[in-house]
């Protein structure tokens, strides 16, 4: 191997700031940030979501899952399937 061309591979402390929740891993990511972590300090970086927000990982179903999507476009355009009857 090459030596000089790879990342830094190191722990990155992640953190999912939808449900407030800290992931200790390691990444090859560039963080221009650290926060401490259980006494020791860490790259860090935010996440908007992960497996402890996304609704697969959590079993949370979204709305239009729930009510089906046959009501749905039934809901938006039913009232255009009736404009043209008498």
Do not use: C
Not at 54 to 60: D, S
Request: glycine residues 6%; hydrophobic residues 30%.
């Amino acid at each position: 191997m090459r030596k000089d061309i790879h990342p830094e591979y190191r722990e990155v402390l992640f953190h999912d700031t939808n449900a407030d929740v800290y992931f200790l891993t390691r990444s090859t990511i560039a963080t221009k940030t650290t926060r401490e972590y259980e006494g020791v300090e860490y790259p860090y970086y935010p996440l908007d979501i992960s497996s402890a927000s996304h609704p697969f990982y959590t079993g949370e179903q979204r709305q239009a899952a729930n009510e089906g999507r046959v009501a749905t476009f039934n809901k938006r355009f039913g009232a255009f399937a009736n404009r043209g009857k008498k």
